[in-house]
């Protein structure tokens, strides 16, 4: 139902905001929405100063392959699917 979807997506705002691990959604390279912890682990203060920046920017050099690989993975993933990586990132 309709309440239960708001409530659903209300909770999972709540949970991605309030985590200490930096958390991001992406979608062709490019970052949708990221927490707080994401901000200051990249050395940012706001998602405005953020968002122009492609996430293969913030992304080591030696993980290249992995974005690569996950990319040509998402786009043949329903684009409600969730996944998770973990990957070296540079900071500002």
């Known amino acids: 139902s309709e309440l239960a979807l708001k409530r659903s997506e209300a909770m ?4 991605f ?9 992406i979608r062709n390279n490019q970052l949708i929405q990221v927490n707080d ?3 200051q682990l990249f050395g940012y203060s706001r998602f405005e100063d953020l968002h122009h920046v492609g996430f293969s920017e913030l992304t080591s050099p030696e993980y290249a392959h ?3 690989t996950t990319q040509e993975a998402d786009a043949h993933t329903p684009s409600n699917t969730i996944s998770s990586y973990e990957i070296t990132g540079i900071k500002k």
Do not use: D, P, V, Y
């Open 17 to 25: 905001e309030a985590s200490n691990f930096a958390k991001a959604i």
């Open 37 to 39: 912890a994401m901000l």
């Open 12 to 15: 999972f705002r709540s949970l």
């Open 66 to 68: 992995i974005l690569n």
